[in-house]
């Protein structure tokens, strides 16, 4: 069973927006870090923003001013609005709910199967 399910992807001209949701598809579990990765073709996995459970937020820098993380904790939510999109933002987007240590390390972390976002120039 797929824990959590991305959705809100689609094609997009350049400079346009798009707004990824991820919510929980079942079952119960703890995490205090939500985020978005993207993977393109040929190309490895990347941060795009990450948001704690005490509001800390971090973006990549190639987003940073153009896309924003928030999230809806009664709901279990993560969303990801998207604004003045490029041709290379086209990817795909995942989402992940995880328990990160104190150390840093992950204690465990789970994975939604992406949502394809198509941004043409």
């Known amino acids: 069973q797929v824990p959590l399910v991305e959705s809100g992807g689609g094609l997009v001209q350049a400079g346009g927006s798009l707004r990824l949701s991820c919510v929980p598809s079942g079952g119960v579990f703890t995490v205090n870090s939500r985020g978005w990765y993207r993977q393109a073709p040929g190309k490895e996995r990347e941060m795009v923003a990450t948001i704690t459970e005490d509001g800390s937020i971090n973006y990549a820098a190639n987003v940073k001013g153009r896309f924003a993380i928030s999230t809806d904790y009664a709901r279990k939510t993560v969303y990801l609005q998207m604004n003045g999109l490029k041709s290379e933002d086209s990817g795909l987007y995942f989402c992940?709910?995880?328990?990160?240590?104190?150390?840093?390390?992950?204690?465990?972390?789970?994975w939604g199967p992406g949502t394809l976002v198509n941004v043409s120039s």
């Open positions: 992940r709910a995880a328990w990160v240590r104190e150390d840093g390390g992950v204690g465990y972390e789970y």
